[in-house]
């Protein structure tokens, strides 16, 4: 069983920045796909990025191509989101996932350990 526990959620202005961390309590975090996910009210759960288990490959949804970064630091057994040039549109609650299987990244049928997510709002 692996637990994640999100953080760095909060209210920032258009055009500013936010640092997610999700913290993994495995002790094999580095075998882990891990992604980022994020639902709005109203919407369905949908894709923000994801990263190789060493890092070596990211993949990002267009949406927040070029605006987001994610990292992960496996020694602290840690996931990160960098949020920079914030749009209202970036709101929602944001889901830390974790998946021992290869392939479809972007599916969260394919994740098989969720936070309880972290809020972000973006105002203008």
């Known amino acids: 069983q692996v637990q994640l526990v999100e953080s760095g959620g909060g209210l920032v202005q258009t055009g500013g920045s936010l640092r997610l961390s999700c913290a993994a309590s495995?002790?094999?975090?580095?075998?882990?796909?891990m992604g980022w996910f994020r639902q709005a009210p109203g919407k369905e759960r949908e894709f923000v990025a994801a990263?190789?288990?060493?890092?070596?490959?990211?993949y990002y949804a267009d949406s927040v191509k070029g605006r987001f970064f994610i990292s992960r630091d496996n020694a602290k057994t840690t996931v990160y989101l960098l949020m920079t040039s914030l749009k209202s549109e970036d709101t929602a609650v944001y889901y830390c996932?974790?998946?021992?299987?290869?392939?479809?990244?972007?599916?969260?049928?394919?994740?098989?350990?969720w936070g309880q997510g972290t809020q972000v709002t973006v105002s203008s």
């Open positions: 990263i190789a288990w060493n890092g070596g490959g990211t």
């Open positions: 996932a974790a998946t021992y299987s290869e392939g479809a990244y972007y599916a969260p049928q394919n994740y098989h350990y």
């Open positions: 495995a002790r094999t975090f580095s075998s882990y796909v």
